[in-house]
């Protein structure tokens, strides 16, 4: 079974830094270009970042560029998103999704939202 799990989520204070991870079990990362994405309580999901399968590009929404860093680890099957400075409106479900498209986080950036595969998402709370 394919599948993406994220972790590393939780409760931290503004201007904090919590580092999110996203596993693959049932096939290997190597070919696949990851996104990540948020969605708040009554808001649509947005695309934080993106990161091509050999790691060569990446793309970051404007309201956390600078803040956070998106890489990953082929050979550990994960991808990470470290995140910096954290603010309260960062607080979201976090996702990672996985695609085979060739170059899409190079030349699609955050525009494209149809990944093939989905994780359960982890919760991100940024509170005093």
């Known amino acids: 079974q394919l599948q993406l799990v994220e972790s590393g989520g939780g409760l931290v204070q503004p201007g904090g830094s919590l580092r999110l991870s996203c596993v693959a079990s049932?096939?290997?990362?190597?070919?696949?270009?990851i996104g990540w994405f948020r969605q708040a309580p009554g808001k649509e999901r947005e695309g934080v970042s993106c990161?091509?399968?050999?790691?060569?590009?990446?793309n970051y929404a404007d309201s956390v560029k600078g803040r956070f860093t998106v890489s990953r680890d082929n050979a550990k099957n994960t991808v990470y998103l470290q995140m910096d400075s954290l603010k309260p409106e960062d607080t979201a479900v976090y996702y990672c999704?996985?695609?085979?498209?060739?170059?899409?986080?190079?030349?699609?950036?955050?525009?494209?939202?149809?990944?093939?595969?989905w994780g359960q998402g982890t919760q991100v709370t940024v509170s005093s």
């Open positions: 999704a996985a695609d085979a498209t060739s170059d899409l986080c190079k030349y699609y950036g955050l525009g494209y939202n149809g990944y093939d595969y």
């Open positions: 049932g096939f290997t990362l190597d070919h696949f270009d």
């Open positions: 990161i091509s399968n050999s790691g060569g590009s990446t």
